[in-house]
């Protein structure tokens, strides 16, 4: 395979895992509430913990982002 298939491959990648992540971010931020009572019915959290965890899982999943979608597609760019 040649580069510029894997810099296609790579870019889609990001894009669409930014969008996951905004709509993530989109859902979270309208319906926190509704999500949480939804939850809370199978975990007991209390709603701080319950934010917080999902903060750190989008910020984990922001970084998995870089590491494996853009980090990757910025070095084959400067390959050439």
């Not at 790579?10 to 992540?21: A, D, F, R, S």
């Not at 939850?39 to 917080?52: C, T």
Request: with cysteine; net charge positive.
């Amino acid at each position: 395979m040649d580069l510029e298939l894997w810099r296609d491959f790579l870019l889609w990648c990001t894009i669409i895992n930014y969008g996951v992540l905004l709509a993530w971010f989109l859902v979270f931020s309208q319906a926190n509430n509704w999500i949480y009572r939804l939850h809370s019915r199978w975990f007991k959290l209390p709603k701080e913990q319950f934010d917080a965890l999902h903060y750190a899982g989008m910020a984990l999943y922001k970084i998995g982002i870089f590491l494996f979608n853009l980090v990757p597609y910025v070095a084959l760019l400067i390959l050439g």
